[in-house]
């Protein structure tokens, strides 16, 4: 079964600082690992994935992860954080391979940003 | 094109009745799934259907239950509200390439 821990459940950094949520995934298969973002008030929304391929992902919004096996992590970050950026975050896993297409989502880390 | 649309976006009830929530998926999306998001708690999977047949549950009571429809939409009724039920829960639909659009959620509080 896959699970998915996110390290940190509120993230502060200051506008123009970098981003970094941290992602660790467990999977007894090849995974594919997704970050999703979630605004006050509002469903989940779908900053980028990871499938096979290229392991440095680029998402929207300047956004972008790493995907490293060796770590089994999927971290994300972001150059400069901007005030829009607010928002909770979640990272998460889903095994194709081993037949379970069911997404498994960490807790979430709500990032603040300030002025 | 829509996307996943939900309905109602909020609804009220009290302990002991019955809710049902609904779920419009994307245009020609199989999957639809469930989640619980109550506060403090994250997300909670819930329900798991595609192509009209349930196929996988979270760790809920059998009070929580849904069907998905011929056109693949969908439905989740909650039995016997209890306060704790209170939370946003959200749906999202899949075309089988294990990537979830998320619809806007529904409100649910049990007062």
């Known amino acids: 079964a896959q699970s998915v821990t996110q390290l940190g459940s509120h993230v502060s950094v200051s506008e123009g600082a970098l981003v970094l949520l941290r992602c660790n995934y467990s999977?007894?298969?090849?995974?594919?690992l997704f970050w999703y973002v979630q605004y006050p008030n509002q469903g989940l929304q779908l900053l980028l994935k990871?499938?096979?391929?290229?392991?440095l992902v680029k998402g929207i919004n300047g956004f972008e992860a790493e995907f490293k096996k060796s770590e089994t992590s999927f971290h994300l970050t972001k150059p400069s954080a901007h005030m829009s950026d607010a928002a909770e975050y979640f990272c998460a896993v889903s095994a194709p391979q081993g037949g379970s297409e069911k997404l498994v989502f960490g807790k979430g880390t709500k990032l603040t940003v300030n002025p | 094109e829509a996307g996943v649309t939900q309905s109602p976006t909020h609804l009220i009830k009290t302990r002991g009745q019955q809710a049902t929530l609904r779920c419009s998926p994307i245009?020609?999306?199989?999957?639809v799934y469930w989640y619980q998001q109550a506060l403090g708690l994250g997300l909670q999977f819930l329900l798991w259907y595609d192509e009209g047949e349930e196929r996988n549950r979270g760790n809920f009571p059998p009070r929580f239950s849904g069907r998905q429809f011929p056109n693949y939409s969908s439905e989740l009724n909650v039995n016997a509200l209890e306060l704790e039920d209170s939370a946003l829960y959200l749906c999202?639909?899949?075309?089988?390439?294990?990537?979830?659009?998320f619809g806007q959620g529904t409100r649910l509080t049990v007062v």
């Open positions: 999977s007894s298969v090849p995974p594919y």
């Open positions: 990871y499938t096979t391929g290229a392991t």
């Open positions: 245009s020609g999306h199989t999957s």
């Open positions: 999202a639909s899949s075309p089988r390439a294990r990537e979830a659009f």
